[in-house]
Antibody
Framework: QVQLVQSGAEVKKPGASVKVSCKAS????????MHWVRQAPGQGLEWMGW????????NYAQKFQGWVTMTRDTSISTAYMEMSRLRSDDTAVYYC???????????WGQGTLVTVSS | EIVLTQSPGTLSLSPGERATLSCRAS???????LAWYQQKPGQAPRLLIY???SRATGIPDRFSGSGSGTDFTLTISRLEPEDFAVYYC?????????FGQGTRLEIK
């Protein structure tokens, strides 16, 4: 069965960077885009962008361009999302989600809480 | 970007009742690439409906989606206790992908 398993919670200081991983199993990793979505405490869902694991190509929401980087390692079927210059309002749960052209986001990781606090 | 507006913000109903949730887009949604997700506290969202009206794998048939263009609806025919949650619509046909702000379905 399809599974997306994310790395554990992180606590970072303002200005630091964080890298969240998402390990995929149960399907061909290079066959589906991987998306990242975040959710601030008590708030809604915000799409951040996607990576094409086959080519490494990316597409970021304008808000995240220049300070979010999505990468992948096909040898271990893992996608990564790195954020730099963290601020307190980046405190959120970050999800990876498999993207299907027809279905949308059909499988989600369990989420990674990133807390930014001095 | 396409802005999705969900209504109502909160819906208070009893088990067994029918729920109707609305999602309106600021411009037409491409090829009905409109999805609905359910999210319970502390959990990741779960895909319910894709392509505006197709149920995802394992979703009970009390959930149905309809609509096209700019107006979409999620209907839950008879509410079960486990259906009380937050529901989000999403358009995934045009970049950037966008979500509605959510409708909270609570027990009356």
């Amino acid at each position: 069965q399809v599974q997306l398993v994310q790395s554990g919670a992180e606590v970072k200081k303002p200005g630091a960077s964080v890298k969240v991983s998402c390990k995929a199993s149960g399907y061909t990793f290079t066959g589906y885009y991987m998306h990242w979505v975040r959710q601030a405490p008590g708030q809604g869902l915000e799409w951040m962008g996607w990576i094409n694991p086959n080519s490494g190509g990316t597409n970021y929401a304008q808000k995240f361009q220049g300070w979010v980087t999505m990468t992948r390692d096909t040898s271990i079927s893992t996608a990564y999302m790195e954020m730099s210059r963290l601020r307190s309002d980046d405190t959120a749960v970050y999800y990876c989600a498999r993207g299907d052209v027809q279905l949308g986001h059909d499988h989600w990781g369990q989420g990674t809480l990133v807390t930014v606090s001095s | 970007e396409i802005v999705l507006t969900q209504s109502p913000g909160t819906l208070s109903l009893s088990p067994g009742e029918r729920a109707t949730l609305s999602c309106r887009a600021s411009q037409g949604v491409s090829s009905s690439y409109l999805a609905w997700y359910q999210q319970k506290p502390g959990q990741a969202p779960r895909l319910l409906i894709y392509g505006a009206s197709s149920r995802a794998t394992g979703i009970p048939d009390r959930f149905s989606g309809s609509g096209s263009g700019t107006d979409f609806t999620l209907t839950i025919s008879r509410l079960e206790p486990e259906d009380f949650a937050v529901y989000y619509c999403q358009q995934y046909g045009t970049s950037p992908i966008t979500f509605g702000q959510g409708t909270r379905l609570e027990i009356k």
